[in-house]
């Protein structure tokens, strides 16, 4: 099986990660798909990478390191649905000519990486 790489840069206004301890703001800096392509007609597995660059905080506290990067893994079953759920949610009070044109961007995305 071999592996095949689509990436993209990837700009994104700040994104709020919380954890039960502490949040931290976060940008979007680059997206990555790995496929596997099955070499005898088997099927292959994708997974999709975003990274991730942490603003950083005014005052460090203590003497830890600050967290410079952070990544996201999703397979591409997930990524799907969890694009298409944000894809709904973003478009929701938007007008009929903002979701076409969306759709019609979509399509260039697809062929784009295909």
Same mark, same amino acid.
């Given at each position: 099986?071999?592996?095949?790489?689509?990436?993209?840069?990837?700009?994104?206004?700040?994104? %709020? *990660?919380?954890?039960?301890?502490?949040?931290?703001? *976060?940008?979007?800096?680059?997206? @990555?798909? !790995?496929?596997? %392509?099955?070499?005898? =007609?088997?099927?292959? +597995?994708?997974?999709?990478?975003?990274? !991730?660059? $942490?603003?950083?905080?005014?005052?460090?506290?203590?003497?830890?390191?600050?967290?410079?990067?952070? =990544? !996201? $893994?999703?397979? +591409?079953?997930?990524?799907?649905?969890?694009?298409?759920?944000? $894809?709904?949610? =973003?478009?929701?009070?938007? @007008?009929?000519?903002? *979701?076409?044109?969306?759709?019609?961007?979509?399509?260039? !995305?697809?062929?784009? *990486? +295909?």
């Amino acid at each position: 099986m071999t592996t095949k790489a689509i990436t993209r840069p990837l700009h994104t206004s700040g994104i %709020t *990660v919380m954890s039960n301890i502490t949040s931290m703001e *976060v940008r979007g800096s680059k997206i @990555t798909k !790995l496929a596997g %392509t099955a070499d005898h =007609g088997g099927s292959s +597995a994708s997974d999709i990478y975003i990274d !991730l660059e $942490v603003e950083p905080k005014p005052e460090p506290s203590g003497q830890d390191p600050q967290t410079e990067e952070l =990544g !996201l $893994v999703l397979n +591409a079953a997930d990524a799907l649905e969890l694009g298409l759920l944000l $894809v709904a949610m =973003g478009l929701e009070d938007k @007008t009929p000519d903002h *979701v076409a044109a969306t759709c019609d961007r979509l399509k260039a !995305l697809i062929e784009d *990486v +295909a």
